[in-house]
């Protein structure tokens, strides 16, 4: 038990930052006004029509993916005959 004393002071020392750390951030979080709470709330929750889906450039084929043949087992594609 006495070899764990020399953690006291690093304990008591991190306990002191957090508390001082936590105090320094509750006065850094002004009041909001309501009106401008209420704006933020609804830009947040308008659907964001800056996104949209990107069609592929003209001249460009668009080809679907082979479908998986997912059977449990691994199996090596066949070799062509040379």
């Known amino acids: 038990m006495e070899i764990l004393l020399w953690l006291v ?3 008591v020392v991190t ?3 957090m508390l001082w750390v936590g105090w ?3 006065e850094g ?3 909001v006004e309501r009106d401008v ?3 933020r709330l609804a830009s947040a929750l308008e659907p964001d029509t800056r996104r949209r889906r990107r069609r592929p450039a003209p001249g460009y ?3 679907k993916p082979d479908p998986d043949r997912s059977t449990g087992i691994a199996v090596r594609p066949s070799r062509r005959a040379s």
């Open 29 to 31: 979080r002004g009041e």
């Open 37 to 39: 709470a209420v704006r």
């Open 61 to 63: 084929a668009v080809t």
């Open 24 to 26: 320094l951030g509750r």
């Open 15 to 17: 306990v002191l930052a």
């Open 9 to 11: 002071p690093s304990v």
